[in-house]
């Protein structure tokens, strides 16, 4: 279960970074990698997001038992 929890917070974590630093970067701001790094940010957030869904339903089901 650790390191269920280690890799959702790693992935968030590594999301939000790479999406302020694609908006931080002044070589970024008119290029087209600018979009694929936020895209590749949402995307990490994401699955971070899916994943601390399914730590709580798998929690919620062994505390129920």
């Known amino acids: 279960?650790?390191?269920?929890?280690?890799?959702?917070?790693?992935?968030?974590?590594?999301?939000?970074?790479?999406?302020?630093?694609?908006?931080?970067?002044?070589?970024?701001?008119?290029s087209k990698w600018k979009d694929f790094a936020q895209g590749g940010a949402v995307g990490l957030t994401f699955a971070g997001i899916i994943s601390i869904i399914k730590i709580l339903l798998q929690y919620k089901k062994t505390v129920t038992k």
């Open 1 to 30: 279960m650790k390191n269920k929890v280690r890799r959702t917070i790693l992935l968030i974590l590594v999301g939000i970074i790479l999406f302020s630093a694609s908006m931080a970067i002044p070589a970024l701001h008119n």
